[in-house]
């Protein structure tokens, strides 16, 4: 049964990332591993831009979902890969981001004893990514979820301090008992069903006792991954001691992976035992998210954890999808498919545009600490003057998350705050705007500081410990926050891209 | 919950939860594992689809063994998955210093103290390991067993003769490496190699999945075992100072 | 009740237990104890499933293999954490 179309590169998302590992682990050189880093990610990027034409183009007509059965046994007893619109999203930015990241580490490892680990990890943990929105099977994804989660915590102990080190022990602790919980659930549903398979899961799945407490586990067991308030006590910490680059994926990426597998199990596989007040509660707790995030990024006195906090908010607008996808009484069902597919698109573009402003932030972020050595926010007073690029792309990321035009942010919350009011939800309006406002300060407070010469800052010079960047490691920053402008004129393309395939 | 993660030596031991909250943290685990309980014994025992499909077909797998055919065909994908998970961890434990890279794997030392007891039953003891884990590993395509299994006794055998203090293993050293990815690397070669013939990734040919499954395993056997003196080693902490010197003086008084 | 769903009820009380010790007790170690009593759970409760039929399924016992494995993995990375932790508390207190 040989597969002639885009389903058989599939497989290749998977299998080159893990042969970069593979490679980087053997050559382990500097420029060994830096070459096969830039290979992985091209043949990466390739590959995906192959797939990409292969999709058809028609939009919503199609409901097309490529399947691969891996080893040639289809599913219940063999396991499948599949794409459709949604993942092949998020696999796009995936590789997008991988490849701007990757030049960036290079830049940013090359002095570092770390470098020799880095490599390996940093491709095991993108296969982990990759495998996991390719996945079509409950049980894969936990492997999947265990790959990203270890390997995102080696990545934060990499920073090899203290600090470094208990976040990722926690992080560890509260991933591995997160997994657990989606463990239990598997269990739950192939006593129930007998398959494990995505597709068939969602044909069978009633609203029966069984399912509500598989729901329930999977929903603890990822929100403690995603770091949705209340579970996010974790996150700040874990993602601003880490290394810039593992900062920016696992804040770009790594939360994003669960909170995907979220969004198919409440909107396809599960969606039978999903209740209205269950919607309500994800919706309030992303509503909390959004403020306390806010508040707390406002209070941070390191860049990076403020960086971290905010991720924390924006995590909280991904969740107001939930209520969102309410049905209002006397809605046919062709109008829910609409207003599920206009929630998501809008939820979709909120996770390309957060994934790359924040990772052009973290990559500001990295280049401070780099020629300051700290990341002090009161001690940037005047900074500008020394790093204008890292500066200016933490300014343009800042916009897009605060959600100023012609910024991808706003377009997202646009997207959002039409959906609200469509489904005459109004009071996620107030808390959009009131998040949008409160980044908004957070943000001026750190380019007040940085730009806005004040009477002291003509008194002060150079600071000490001052240490020059190579000019690409700001331009890779900058090419992602510029990206995240470019994404604000081209809205069309990731809406036309999560319709397929995302039929209901 | 997790604010406060406290350390064995820290002389002020943190307190747990205030008892109102641990008492409701109980309450509601208790009552979320009830509902589960209900719900479980209400919908009984089930007939899974799954037991005739493996078993019928158990023929085409190249293996005897239906554990091991579920292992290495059926979900084969999981199981690379896994070796996947062990490379991360070994990777996440390794020492850092990599300029040992230049140092040979397995160095010869002088134990500073001997212990001929041990040494003589090690002469008896590691061929014979040696032999039983090769016998794991291949009676796993029939019987329970398997690269696991012989992994992990293999990997016994590297623990025992580390502990004999002869040898010192460098897994920085380029043949340690590639022992650690041999597993991963044997898996996705064999995996992509079978495309030629059957057009699918990891989907073998049935006349030759037996001694693919067998390749697939001996490699896998050694990265575990790899792996898992690795984690031996890095794990390998001297005792706690302070408690060490208490020893020593009651010990002379 | 038959003994499979007699071990399937144990396999849920042992995942209660792991989460509430992973839940209320402060030092690293018994956490970590916690959480592997919790997995044990998870895979009784997979092998009780596993044969409450009439024949054995044997995906389940792959499933739990595979696994063990992944909580071995993660078990040993937790202690090496722990490990280079105090470490690092023991320099700085001998600093």
């Known amino acids: 049964m040989p597969l002639s179309d885009v389903s058989s590169l599939l497989p290749l998302l998977v299998a080159i990332p893990l042969t970069g590992a593979i490679f980087s682990v053997l050559i382990n050189s500097k420029h060994g591993q830096v070459l096969t880093g830039l290979l992985a990610a091209l043949s990466l990027a390739l590959v995906i831009g192959v797939i990409l034409l292969g999709l058809p183009s028609d939009g919503l007509q199609s409901t097309a979902v490529f399947r691969y059965p891996i080893a040639g046994w289809e599913a219940p007893l063999g396991i499948a890969l599949s794409l459709d619109g949604f993942s092949a999203l998020l696999l796009t930015l995936t590789t997008f981001l991988v490849t701007v990241l990757t030049f960036y580490s290079a830049y940013y490892f090359s002095a570092s004893p770390a470098r020799v680990r880095f490599w390996p990890l940093w491709w095991l943990l993108v296969a982990g990514i990759n495998a996991l929105f390719l996945s079509a099977d409950i049980f894969n994804v936990y492997v999947t979820l265990e790959i990203i989660g270890l390997a995102a915590v080696a990545l934060v102990a990499l920073s090899g301090n203290k600090a470094g080190l208990t976040a990722a022990l926690r992080y560890l602790l509260v991933g591995l008992l997160g997994s657990l919980c989606y463990l239990?659930?598997?269990?739950?549903?192939?006593?129930?069903?007998?398959?494990?398979?995505?597709?068939?899961?969602?044909?069978?799945?009633?609203?029966?006792?069984?399912?509500?407490?598989?729901?329930?586990?999977?929903?603890?067991?990822?929100?403690?991954?995603?770091?949705?308030?209340?579970?996010?006590?974790?996150?700040?910490?874990?993602?601003?001691?880490?290394?810039?680059?593992?900062?920016?994926?696992?804040?770009?990426?790594?939360?994003?992976?669960?909170?995907?597998?979220?969004?198919?199990?409440?909107?396809?596989?599960?969606?039978?035992?999903?209740?209205?007040?269950?919607?309500?509660?994800?919706?309030?707790?992303?509503?909390?998210?959004?403020?306390?995030?806010?508040?707390?990024?406002?209070?941070?006195?390191?860049?990076?954890?403020?960086?971290?906090?905010?991720?924390?908010?924006?995590?909280?607008?991904?969740?107001?999808?939930?209520?969102?996808?309410?049905?209002?009484?006397?809605?046919?069902?062709?109008?829910?498919?609409?207003?599920?597919?206009?929630?998501?698109?809008?939820?979709?573009?909120?996770?390309?545009?957060?994934?790359?402003?924040?990772?052009?932030?973290?990559?500001?972020?990295?280049?401070?600490?780099?020629?300051?050595?700290?990341?002090?926010?009161?001690?940037?007073?005047?900074?500008?003057?020394?790093?204008?690029?890292?500066?200016?792309?933490?300014?343009?990321?800042?916009?897009?998350?605060?959600?100023?035009?012609?910024?991808?942010?706003?377009?997202?919350?646009?997207?959002?705050?039409?959906?609200?009011?469509?489904t005459q939800q109004w009071w996620w309006v107030v808390i959009i705007l009131t998040g949008g406002l409160l980044a908004a300060l957070a943000i001026f407070r750190v380019l007040d500081l940085a730009f806005i010469k004040s009477e002291q800052a003509s008194e002060q010079v150079a600071p000490a410990h001052w240490r020059k960047v190579p000019v690409a490691m700001p331009l890779s920053g900058l090419a992602l926050a510029l990206c995240t402008m470019a994404l604000g004129f081209n809205a069309d393309l990731i809406i036309d891209l999560i319709t397929i395939g995302g039929g209901e | 919950m997790f604010n406060n993660l406290t350390l064995g030596r820290s002389a002020q031991h943190k307190a747990d939860l205030p008892v109102g909250v641990l008492f409701m943290v109980a309450l509601a685990i208790a009552a979320a594992c009830l509902f589960l309980t209900m719900a479980l014994i209400d919908f009984g025992p089930a007939e899974q689809p799954l037991v005739t499909l493996v078993a019928s077909h158990l023929e085409q797998s190249g293996v005897e063994n239906p554990v091991t055919a579920v292992l290495l065909n059926f979900r084969s994908y999981d199981t690379l998955l896994e070796v996947a998970v062990l490379l991360i961890v070994a990777l996440a434990v390794m020492p850092a210093n990599s300029e040992q890279s230049k140092v040979r794997f397995i160095s010869v030392l002088v134990p500073t103290e001997r212990s001929f007891v041990l040494e003589a039953f090690l002469r008896w003891l590691l061929p014979a390991i040696v032999v039983t884990s090769?016998?794991?590993?291949?009676?796993?395509?029939?019987?329970?067993?398997?690269?696991?299994?012989?992994?992990?006794?293999?990997?016994?055998?590297?623990?025992?003769?580390?502990?004999a203090g002869h040898h010192s293993f460098n897994f920085n050293a380029s043949a340690a490496r590639l022992l650690l990815v041999v597993g991963l690397a044997v898996f996705l070669l064999v995996g992509a190699a079978v495309i030629l013939s059957s057009g699918i990734a990891l989907a073998y040919p049935q006349a030759w999945a037996g001694i693919l499954i067998l390749v697939i395993e001996v490699a896998a056997t050694l990265t575990i075992a790899a792996i898992l003196v690795l984690l031996f080693c890095a794990l390998q902490v001297e005792a706690p100072r302070a408690n060490y010197e208490g020893l020593i003086k009651e010990e002379r008084p | 009740m038959t003994q499979a769903m007699l071990y399937a009820v144990f396999g849920i009380v042992l995942f209660g237990v792991g989460l509430f010790g992973a839940l209320a007790i402060a030092h690293v170690m018994k956490k970590l104890l916690a959480i592997n009593i919790c997995g044990v759970g998870v895979f009784m409760v997979f092998i009780a499933n596993a044969s409450s039929g009439v024949a054995a399924d044997y995906v389940p016992h792959a499933m739990v293999l595979t696994g063990i494995v992944v909580a071995v993995a993660g078990t040993a990375m937790a202690l090496s954490l722990v490990v280079r932790i105090n470490t690092l508390e023991q320099q700085e207190e001998d600093a």
């Open chain 1, 184 to 422: 239990m659930a598997v269990a739950l549903l192939y006593h129930v069903y007998g398959t494990l398979d995505f597709a068939q899961l969602a044909a069978e799945a009633e609203s029966n006792p069984l399912s509500w407490s598989a729901l329930v586990l999977i929903t603890v067991g990822l929100v403690l991954k995603t770091a949705l308030v209340p579970l996010h006590f974790w996150l700040p910490h874990a993602h601003g001691s880490a290394p810039a680059p593992v900062s920016a994926i696992l804040s770009a990426l790594v939360v994003k992976a669960s909170f995907y597998l979220l969004v198919r199990f409440w909107m396809e596989i599960l969606a039978p035992a999903v209740t209205n007040g269950a919607l309500i509660l994800l919706g309030i707790l992303g509503g909390l998210a959004i403020l306390w995030g806010c508040i707390q990024a406002l209070r941070a006195t390191r860049l990076k954890l403020m960086v971290a906090y905010s991720t924390v908010a924006q995590i909280g607008y991904l969740f107001l999808l939930f209520p969102l996808l309410m049905s209002a009484e006397g809605t046919s069902a062709a109008q829910l498919a609409v207003q599920h597919q206009s929630a998501l698109a809008a939820v979709s573009y909120f996770i390309v545009a957060h994934a790359c402003a924040k990772a052009a932030m973290f990559i500001a972020a990295g280049n401070i600490i780099h020629s300051l050595g700290h990341d002090d926010i009161a001690k940037l007073q005047g900074m500008a003057k020394y790093m204008p690029l890292s500066l200016f792309t933490f300014a343009i990321a800042g916009g897009s998350l605060i959600g100023l035009p012609p910024s991808a942010g706003f377009i997202a919350k646009w997207l959002l705050l039409n959906v609200a009011i469509d």
């Open chain 2, 134 to 163: 090769g016998y794991l590993l291949w009676t796993g395509a029939a019987l329970p067993g398997g690269a696991f299994q012989a992994g992990a006794l293999l990997a016994g055998a590297g623990i025992l003769l580390l502990l």
